[in-house]
């Protein structure tokens, strides 16, 4: 039972260049979240997608960054032209759907550096 | 939006002792209150949960309480071993699956 898969684990980016996430919910999960936490801090909401569907982007800053999760394959967290304020450690969690019952399962992370 | 508070930011105590985290929130429609392990270079690991319409939570060593009128809740480890060393964090959210808002987490420190 393969829990929540993310890559890369670690990134280095310049200033300037792309980064892009990648999250796998676990088996029969339809539901997919981003999380972002700065060192020594809580994590912070971001995103949260269906397949297909953007269903709260409240927590995403309003330029550089998108979050897409397609038909087809993991989700993708995009962060264009990083600024150093972007070093991070990103967290995706799944859940199974919303409601009562739904607990959300997180992913190992991808720690952001950018030089 | 939510706000939730946790306190203390660390905590030491002596192996087999009591540890309790306290949290606070903010919104009342939130209904949804689950706890969350991380050890370092991890993710985030669900250790219990609790719904309003319970007062309080136990599984095995791990139990959570939740007042509603006070707007808080806490997590209670009994018998502490080393291996609970780690930063717990608490969450709110108005139902299981939406959005979660953490607090700032404890760094719980067992010394054997």
């Known amino acids: 039972n393969a829990g929540v898969m993310q890559n890369p684990r670690h990134l280095v980016r310049r200033r300037g260049q792309e980064a892009r996430l990648r999250c796998s919910p676990m088996?029969?999960?339809?539901?997919v979240y981003w999380y972002r936490q700065l060192p020594e801090e809580g994590l912070k909401f971001m995103v949260y997608?269906?397949?297909?569907?953007?269903?709260?982007e409240s927590g995403m800053p309003k330029e550089r960054f998108s979050a897409e999760f397609p038909k087809e394959g993991p989700s993708i967290l995009r962060i264009q032209q990083v600024v150093r304020g972007d070093s991070a450690a990103y967290f995706c969690?799944?859940?199974?759907?919303?409601?009562?019952?739904?607990?959300?399962?997180f992913g190992p992370g991808t720690r952001l550096t950018v030089t | 939006g939510e706000n939730v508070e946790q306190h203390p930011s660390t905590l030491s105590v002596q192996e087999g002792d009591s540890a309790v985290i306290k949290c606070t929130y903010s919104?009342?429609?939130?209904?949804?209150f689950p706890w969350y392990k991380q050890e370092l270079g991890k993710g985030p690991q669900l250790i219990i949960d609790?719904?309003?319409?319970?007062g309080e939570k136990k599984d095995q060593r791990i139990a959570v309480t939740l007042n509603k009128t006070a707007k808080h809740f806490s997590l209670h480890i009994t018998e502490t071993q080393p291996e609970d060393s780690a930063v717990y964090f608490c969450?709110?959210?108005?139902?299981?699956?939406?959005?979660?808002?953490f607090g700032g987490g404890t760094r719980l420190m067992v010394k054997p």
């Open positions: 609790i719904r309003s319409n319970v």
């Open positions: 969450a709110a959210s108005d139902y299981a699956g939406n959005m979660l808002t």
């Open positions: 969690a799944s859940s199974t759907g919303t409601g009562v019952l739904y607990e959300q399962y």
């Open positions: 088996k029969g999960h339809s539901h």
């Open positions: 997608l269906q397949k297909e569907n953007i269903i709260d």
């Open positions: 919104d009342s429609a939130s209904n949804y």
